[in-house]
């Protein structure tokens, strides 16, 4: 249970923040950067990690645990996960759901890359977030650095790296 012990301290902010032990929450070809706490519109911080990929690429559960789907005019498409290692995961701009509120493995797909909400008209990616014991947002760039560097790459096609951020509808 390596989640709960890590998740036993209470994170640092900053780039020096701990990695959980998650998935990688997408499931292809990948490219992000630690753009945490980037200055966004109307004076507000990013709480997350962009993660690009390909429209309709499969999004995953990061960890075991239980998923509820949002709308917001801001985070589109989006999904909680209530993770079972007592920490909540949020994901935004998704293209559509995978299934309904429900119990999730990790690994389990519940939804895919796009970019609704205020995301609209910019390359399709997933904005990413981790909410240690359900508290403030953490930034999320160590985890997904451990988990999308060096996963296992099981079921992911290759085809999809090359027209990120310059295919359109
Ligand atoms: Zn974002």
């Keep these: 249970m390596a989640a709960l012990t890590l998740g036993a301290c209470f ?12 998935r990688c929450p997408v499931n292809g070809t990948v490219s992000f950067s630690d ?3 980037a200055a966004r519109s109307g004076g507000t911080l990013h709480e997350g990690n962009d993660v690009f990929s390909a ?3 499969p999004n995953v559960a990061v960890v075991d645990g239980r998923i509820v789907q949002r709308t917001g005019t801001r985070s589109g498409t989006a999904v909680w996960l209530y993770g079972d290692d007592g920490h909540d995961y949020f994901y935004a701009h998704f293209q559509a759901w995978e299934g309904v ?6 690994g389990d797909v519940i939804g895919y890359t796009g970019n609704s ?14 909410h240690p014991n359900g508290g403030a947002a953490v930034n999320p760039y160590a985890s997904l650095s ?7 790459t099981t079921g992911v096609s290759s085809a999809s790296s090359t027209e990120v951020g310059t295919e359109r509808e």
């Design 101 to 106: 509120n429900r119990t999730v493995q990790a």
């Design 117 to 130: 909400g205020d995301a609209s008209g910019t390359a399709t990616h997933t904005h990413f977030e981790i």
């Design 55 to 57: 429209r309709w690429t």
């Design 35 to 37: 753009d945490w706490h």
């Design 146 to 152: 451990a988990a999308c560097t060096n996963r296992k």
């Design 11 to 22: 994170p640092l902010p900053g780039p020096g923040d701990q990695a959980f032990d998650i």
